[in-house]
């Protein structure tokens, strides 16, 4: 937990060495939008304007939520086992968008309630599932440190094996409560304005997933000004791993993507912890979820696909690669102004 005393800003030199490169492109101003921003991001980030994001890895975080005993969930939380078992294996959702766009995909057990009998799920297991949070807090401050920590480290190994970008994604049964949990103290509204159907609750399961988190901020009264402390209170295994990979990213120097609300609300309470970490996030798209535009505003960001995604996993996030592929062709690759007889454009007061 020391390294994150020691996040360091981005490189602003890189940034605007790949605005200058944008800028001799023989197009108007600032015309390819939020991507030209995002490239200069990245460029930051790696301390080059010849950005790379040719190795890219999607890492899902998996975990357990005792909530799940309260009605919230259409299934059981067995399924997480069965799903992270299908990711691991490459036979899940993620894996198949994720072959298209030439990402690996990783699945990782940090708080699956049960033992997973495969052996290419990454066992990094911290707790047994999380505790039921309309009773009392989900994790001790032990359990959520070392989630957190998990991320970290995670983040550095995949560095060490030549990974350039990061694609954060989850599967934890019953995990869009905590997240709505989170949402509700982080953008100080009420829990019926962030909670959401999930994966597809009926209207009479949205009523009971909302009293769960309601009596989880009265048992737990969370406090937004102590987010290490709001994670352990009303978060979950795979949040707090998931809040890693992003405090990881700004420690070592890789651009990590925000995938949908669940991965939103750990990458806010990262920026809770320490606000440079946003200069290492990247958004990918605005949930379906309703806490979801509040919270990449929260950290200061703003998606460039708007699709109405729920799916999880990091799909969505995923889908941001293609999307950075076609701007980095056209950054690297199109005609400059001093290679032709076009004027460059003035830039707007």
């Not at 690996?104 to 057990?109: H, L, N, P, T, Y």
């Not at 799916?311 to 290679?339: C, I, K, M, Q």
Request: charged share 20%; glycine share 10%; net charge negative.
């Amino acid at each position: 937990m020391n390294r994150i005393k020691n996040i360091t800003p981005a490189d602003k030199a890189a940034y605007q060495a790949a605005k200058s490169r944008w800028d001799s492109i023989a197009k108007p101003l600032g015309s390819f939008g939020l991507l030209e921003e995002m490239i200069q991001k990245i460029a930051a980030v790696q301390g080059t304007a010849d950005v790379d994001i040719s190795a890219r890895t999607a890492v899902v975080m998996c975990g357990d939520h005792g909530v799940v005993s309260e009605g919230v969930t259409q299934c059981g939380q067995e399924v997480t086992s069965e799903c992270a078992a299908a990711i691991a294996e490459g036979r899940s959702n993620i894996n198949a968008v994720a072959a298209a766009f030439n990402a690996e995909v990783i699945a990782v057990d940090v708080g699956i309630a049960a033992d997973v009998d495969c052996g290419r799920l990454i066992k990094r297991k911290v707790v047994y599932g999380t505790r039921n949070i309309t009773q009392g807090s989900a994790m001790t401050d032990e359990e959520t440190e070392a989630a957190i920590v998990t991320g970290m480290d995670m983040v550095e190994e995949l560095r060490e094996h030549g990974t350039k970008i990061i694609v954060t994604g989850e599967m934890g049964i019953g995990n869009t409560t905590p997240t709505a949990a989170l949402a509700s103290v982080l953008l100080d509204l009420p829990p019926q304005q962030v909670t959401g159907r999930g994966a597809g609750l009926s209207t009479e399961g949205l009523e009971r997933k909302i009293n769960a988190v309601k009596r989880a901020l009265e048992v737990n009264k969370p406090d937004k000004h102590k987010p290490l402390e709001l994670l352990q209170k009303l978060g979950g295994a795979e949040i707090a791993a998931m809040t890693g990979l992003f405090l990881g990213g700004a420690y070592y120097r890789v651009p990590v993507v925000i995938d949908g609300v669940i991965s939103a609300a750990a990458a806010a309470v990262a920026c809770g912890m320490t606000p440079l970490c946003r200069e290492y996030m990247l958004a990918s798209h605005c949930s379906g979820e309703p806490a979801g535009e509040g919270l990449l505003a929260f950290c200061g960001l703003t998606a460039p696909i708007n699709a109405g995604l729920r799916l999880g996993e990091g799909t969505g996030g995923v889908l941001l690669l293609p999307l950075l592929d076609g701007a980095l062709a056209l950054y690297r690759n199109s005609h400059r102004f001093d290679e032709t007889n076009i004027e460059r454009y003035a830039e707007l007061k």
